[in-house]
C-alpha cells in the first residue's frame, strides 16, 4: 500500500512524538562501533523530520537523549554531545527549507556549554518558522519535569500566588517543560522495545502508542508513513462509547 499517499485523505496527527530506540543494536548488527548507528542515527532524524513537515504535522517530538542516558560511558556520551552539535550546524538550513522552528525540553543547563550555545544559536534563528515546531527532548526526563513544575507550585502556594484547590490539571500543564505544547496525539517506538523510559509521562495520558521492529537508523519515511495510517485507523474514544461518537 502507499501509505504516503493514503495518509494525506485523512487528518494528520497534530501532535507526534517519537522515541528513537537502536542505534547500539543496528551498529552491532553491522559490526560496527555504536557511533556509527548514532551517526546513521541522525539521518533518519533528517528524513523524518522532512517528512513530518511535508505531511503537516504541526509539532514533533524527538527523544534525543534522556537522564538516564547520562550513565551510559562517557565516551559515548561525549559523543553523543558532539553530534548533537554537528547535526545542529548541519541541519539549520533544513529546518529553515522547511520552516521549522527548533524548541527543546528538558534539562538543558546539563548540557555541555558547546551543546548549549548551538541550540541556542538554533532556537533564535528558526523562532520565526510557522510550518512546523521541531521539539527535541535532551537530557530528559518525565518524572524530573514533575519534580519540577511540582516544586514550582509548592513555592507558589507558599507564597500566595496560588491556593492549592485552585491546582488543576491545566494548571500542572502549565509548568511543564511542554506549555507550549498540545497534548501527544501518536507516540512511535523503534527497535521492538515496548516501554516508555521516562518520556512525556503526563503529557501521553492518551496518546495512541505504535510499535516499530525496525531499528531508527532503518526508519524510513515508508514506516513513518505506515504509523500515522495505522493511528488514522484507531477510533480514540477518550472514554466515551463508540456509540456515542457516532451520534449525531
Ligand atoms: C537510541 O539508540 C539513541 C539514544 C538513546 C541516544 P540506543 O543507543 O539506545 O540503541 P540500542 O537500544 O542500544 O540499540
Ligand atoms: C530511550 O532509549 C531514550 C532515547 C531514545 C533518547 P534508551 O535506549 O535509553 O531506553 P532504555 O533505557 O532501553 O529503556
Ligand atoms: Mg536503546
Redesign the pocket.
Known amino acids: 500500500m502507499d501509505y504516503q499517499k493514503e495518509i494525506l485523505k485523512k487528518p494528520i496527527p497534530g501532535h507526534i512524538a517519537i522515541?528513537?530506540?537502536g542505534n547500539g543494536r543496528w551498529a552491532k548488527r553491522k559490526g560496527l562501533f555504536r557511533v556509527s548507528g548514532h551517526e546513521k542515527g541522525t539521518k533518519t532524524v533528517k528524513k523524518i523530520v522532512e517528512a513530518a513537515a511535508e505531511f503537516k504535522v504541526k509539532y514533533l517530538t524527538l527523544?534525543?537523549?534522556?537522564s538516564?542516558?547520562w550513565n551510559r560511558p562517557k565516551r559515548e556520551v561525549d559523543m553523543l554531545m558532539n553530534l548533537l552539535v554537528t547535526t545542529l550546524k548541519k541541519e539549520l538550513k533544513t529546518f529553515k527549507d522547511n520552516k521549522i522552528k527548533l524548541t527543546s525540553i528538558g534539562n538543558i543547563g546539563s548540557l555541555p556549554d558547546k551543546a548549549q550555545k548551538e541550540l541556542q544559536y538554533v532556537k533564535d534563528a528558526t523562532k520565526e518558522n510557522e510550518n512546523m515546531c521541531l521539539i527535541l527532548?535532551l537530557s530528559y526526563g518525565s518524572r524530573y519535569e514533575l519534580t519540577c513544575a511540582f516544586r514550582q507550585l509548592a513555592d507558589k502556594v507558599k507564597n500566595n500566588d496560588v491556593a492549592s484547590k485552585d491546582i488543576d490539571e491545566q494548571m500542572i500543564s502549565e509548568h511543564l517543560f511542554t506549555s507550549d505544547h498540545p497534548d501527544v496525539d501518536l507516540l512511535i517506538r523503534t527497535s521492538g522495545?515496548q516501554?516508555i523510559?521516562n518520556?512525556l509521562l503526563w503529557q501521553i495520558a492518551y496518546a495512541e502508542l505504535y510499535f516499530s521492529q525496525k531499528l531508527w537508523p532503518d526508519f524510513t519515511k515508508q514506516d513513518f508513513s505506515e504509523a500515522i495510517y495505522n493511528y488514522q485507523k484507531r477510533e480514540r474514544r477518550f472514554g466515551k462509547t463508540s456509540e456515542q461518537l457516532h451520534e449525531k
Open positions: 522515541i528513537m530506540d527523544f534525543a537523549f534522556s538516564e542516558n527532548a522495545e516501554r523510559s518520556f
